[in-house]
């Protein structure tokens, strides 16, 4: 079975940068669409970024375009989410997920099969 760990987060301030890597075991993320998802406690959990298997497509939603980048490492069997310009709507538990389709970007949590357990990101200064 696909397992899924995030890693990366941590507290950063305004306008600061932070990398989450998304390492999966039990199957090669390339035959995988990527979905990274934040929440806040008692809100709905939201898409934020994904990635085909192929890495031909990606999404962003519209309050982290142009801000944040996706990408694959093939070979480290790893998807990275780049933060950048953080701000403090940013602050949430941000998830990867995973889901076996070929040439599609999903946002939807229920489009999903696979979850890592969430690494916590906080903008504050």
């Known amino acids: 079975q696909l397992q899924l760990v995030e890693s990366g987060g941590g507290l950063v301030q305004p306008g600061g940068s932070l990398r989450l890597s998304c390492a999966a075991s039990g199957g090669t993320l390339n035959y995988y669409a990527i979905g990274w998802f934040r929440q806040v406690p008692g809100q709905e959990r939201e898409g934020v970024s994904c990635?085909?298997?192929?890495?031909?497509?990606?999404k962003f939603a519209d309050s982290v375009k142009g801000r944040f980048t996706i990408s694959r490492d093939n070979a480290k069997n790893t998807v990275y989410l780049q933060m950048n310009s953080l701000k403090d709507g940013d602050t949430a538990d941000y998830f990867c997920?995973?889901?076996?389709?070929?040439?599609?970007?999903?946002?939807?949590?229920?489009?999903?099969?696979?979850w890592g357990q969430g690494t916590q990101v906080t903008v504050s200064s």
């Open positions: 990635i085909s298997n192929e890495s031909s497509i990606t």
């Open positions: 997920a995973a889901v076996p389709v070929e040439a599609m970007c999903l946002m939807r949590v229920d489009e999903y099969d696979y």
